[in-house]
């Protein structure tokens, strides 16, 4: 089920990493899985998963290129697999937390009429995905009845009704639907609509014209034909088809907000009435809309892009009913590959994964299948995780270092030479109110209203789809659940979600090389203790800072405050923006400004905090390991957690359209504008992890 477009931004551009439009998953690492789940007894600090000695290359020198001196030899030593564009310590990570998934699962769909109901949920859910035999040979029928609805179209008006459907099985047509907490008064959840439907990754995606980006169109086009004549359809057809969907998304593209201005959360808040909203769309019927999907009486929704809207209602009224039945059709088509017979889903891989990824092979049916419960079936395979794989210990562990970063956060605020005291005095009120949710949710949801049946992976899909949307619906109206939570436990990620003014550390990421109980307290901050306060730093970054301490979209800034913050964040936003991928591609220094504002007052408070804590320890605990001083295994923890290769088409793809830099670029830019990395290596003035204009906002 998709997350609204107003939501996911604000979610994705406050957490440690994004989703790509192409899957990042792990390549299958069982020894490492084991060493994970044998652990240590050790009484003495080790050097293990979470900093590796033998990955650094020491013919590097750190001050010249400390991200190729952390990681070199790991990156010569894990080339990116042929089924993955990206691979990475996250991905890693995310493998061992796959085979784990993995073994749950198979255990789950094995035969036993003793099973749980949650068993035979997740596990039938498991074994129907992995029927690529049962599915190819349903072939396209499972998919007849929703194509049947889209031919028994017998005018414009009855779209309402038909993209209320599709609402509730997850295919996003035209715009999206959902609910999401109100942005000026977060105790309460409202209605959304949005921009959506497209088949690029990107609004700009349709018209940057550049070479690659005029062949991506092209390669577009012709993956469009390829499904339509997949689907049954003669080739001349298929191609004009194409063309029709090419004309019809980059006419609603162009209503659309970029990547940059959908940041701002005070360009995608619209609060309006019904009848405001019918009236800038007076072909499409909301009233039938809202029936269908059980809403009733609505007064008022988010319509977080009225231009969209208006865009939406030219495109409905320009185009012919058959135009837009084509349409229709090319949704639904592209919006379960996963669960349709292996030449569509190849063919989606072909263009998703290969041509705007670079990934060369398809993942193991078996990864994507575990993937695919996790996202339909979360909190019920991610309670399994939890018992297998999170320990108590672990969470309290890292409450106690959230604590130690808050406080470091404290003191960094009253410290602030920029701020005036009376934003100051309110920034601490917002601090102080910050929650923490660590591993997993106190209350698990409750699935048993939703059907999954043995040998229907398609049905599955979309049954789940329909019933996390009338969840969502549901809300509507409702006070705002605080205790939520929106990523399942097993992810490797951590998100600020700024209105509810709280952090979240699934379990998934609370596992080396993030952390580790008996790992060196120096690595343990540089790594976990750096995710710490990147997400307390969202709270404060140019996104996070425009909600208060209660979640309110509100400005509470002295106007002198808000100007000092805007010069010091104009730095990052050049700093970053002079990186270049390979192919000449610069980062976007607008786009990543929340994660670069957050990776550097993360390090640096995550620093602050190593501080407090070694000096309340024996004089011993300084003593270097491995030659290197505490300060030093510091930095190293954040750079090694970063190691990271990617495909040249991937890297291309981050920065058009990801709110996070690519991971070179995180490690070297926070670290080149801290005087204490500088003094931690003994680097010299003029050296290029030496910046001469440092960047710092917190």
């Not at 900093?51 to 030899?73: E, M, Q, R, W």
């Not at 360009?267 to 999907?293: C, N, R």
């Not at 090319?330 to 041509?355: C, G, H």
Request: hydrophobic letters at 35%.
């Amino acid at each position: 089920m998709q997350i609204m477009r107003s939501l996911f931004v604000a979610l994705c551009t406050a957490s440690l990493t994004c989703a790509q439009t192409a899957p990042v998953p792990a390549q299958e690492q069982v020894s490492q899985l084991a060493a994970t789940q044998q652990g240590s007894a050790s009484s003495s600090p080790k050097l293990n998963e979470g900093f590796d000695i033998n990955a650094l290359d020491k013919s590097v020198d750190p001050c010249v290129d400390f991200y190729h001196y952390a990681c070199g030899t790991w990156l010569k030593e894990n080339p990116v697999p042929a089924d993955k564009a990206v691979y990475g310590r996250f991905t890693e990570l995310a493998d061992r937390n796959r085979l784990i998934l993995k073994s749950i699962l198979e255990q789950a769909s094995a035969a036993n009429p003793n099973r749980s109901a949650t068993d035979q949920k997740i596990g039938d859910y498991y074994a129907s995905c992995m029927d690529v035999s049962g599915i190819d040979q349903k072939g396209t029928a499972p998919l007849d009845p929703e194509i049947a609805r889209i031919a028994a179209l017998k005018g414009k008006g009855d779209l309402p009704p038909l993209l209320a459907h599709f609402s509730l099985i997850g295919v996003n047509s035209f715009f999206g639907f959902g609910s999401e907490q109100d942005a000026k008064d977060s105790t309460q959840q409202i209605a959304v609509m949005g921009q959506g439907g497209f088949g690029l990754p990107d609004r700009d995606f349709y018209f940057r014209d550049d070479p690659k980006s005029v062949e991506i169109r092209k390669q577009y086009v012709e993956h469009a034909q390829n499904m339509f004549e997949l689907f049954g359809e003669k080739p001349a057809d298929a191609a004009a088809h194409a063309q029709t969907i090419m004309r019809i998304e980059t006419g609603l593209a162009k209503g659309s907000l970029d990547n940059v201005s959908r940041r701002d959360p005070q360009k995608v808040y619209h609060k309006m009435t019904m009848k405001e909203i019918q009236g800038l769309t007076p072909s499409f019927d909301w009233s039938q809309f809202m029936s269908a999907v059980g809403l009733g009486d609505l007064s008022s929704l988010d319509a977080s892009e009225p231009e969209y809207a208006r865009q939406m209602q030219t495109i409905i009224a320009s185009n012919s009913l058959s135009d837009i039945q084509v349409y229709l059709r090319w949704r639904v088509m592209s919006a379960q590959p996963t669960f349709l017979p292996k030449k569509i889903d190849d063919e989606s891989f072909n263009f998703y994964n290969r041509i705007l990824a670079g990934q060369k092979e398809q993942q193991p049916r078996w990864k994507r299948c575990v993937i695919s419960v996790d996202g339909d079936l979360g909190e019920a395979l991610g309670r399994a995780y939890v018992e297998r794989a999170f320990g108590g210990e672990s969470k309290q562990r890292t409450l106690q270092m959230v604590e130690a970063l808050e406080a470091s956060l404290q003191k960094d605020i009253s410290d602030l030479p920029w701020m005036t005291e009376t934003t100051k005095k309110q920034a601490l009120i917002k601090l102080d109110r910050i929650t923490n949710k660590i591993g997993y949710p106190d209350k698990w949801r409750d699935y048993s209203t939703l059907q999954i049946v043995r040998g229907d992976a398609m049905g599955n899909s979309l049954r789940s789809n329909e019933f996390e949307a009338k969840r969502q619906l549901a809300k509507i109206g409702e006070p705002v659940d605080p205790a939520e939570w929106l990523y399942s436990p097993p992810t490797v990620n951590a998100y600020y979600y700024p209105p509810q003014n709280n952090i979240n550390f699934m379990a998934g990421i609370l596992q080396p090389p993030f952390y580790e109980s008996d790992l060196d307290d120096a690595v343990n901050f540089g790594a976990i203790g750096s995710v710490v306060g990147h997400e307390l730093t969202h709270g404060f970054d140019d996104q996070g800072r425009q909600y208060d301490a209660e979640g309110n979209l509100r400005d509470w800034w002295a106007p002198e405050d808000a100007k000092a913050f805007n010069e010091r964040t104009s730095c990052e936003v050049k700093e970053y923006g002079d990186f270049a991928v390979p192919g000449g591609e610069h980062v976007n220094g607008q786009l990543t400004l929340g994660e670069n504002t957050a990776d550097n007052g993360g390090l640096r408070l995550a620093y602050a905090a190593l501080m407090d804590s070694l000096a309340k320890k024996p004089d011993s605990s300084r003593d270097p390991i491995n030659g290197l001083t505490p300060e030093q295994r510091f930095f190293l923890g954040w750079g090694q957690v970063w190691c990271t290769n990617a495909t040249d088409e991937a890297l291309r793809l981050q920065v058009e359209t990801n709110p996070h830099s690519p991971a070179e670029f995180r490690v070297n830019g926070a670290v080149s504008n801290m005087e204490q990395f500088q003094k931690a290596y003994r680097c010299k003035a003029g050296q290029p992890m030496v910046r001469p204009n440092a960047c710092r906002v917190w």
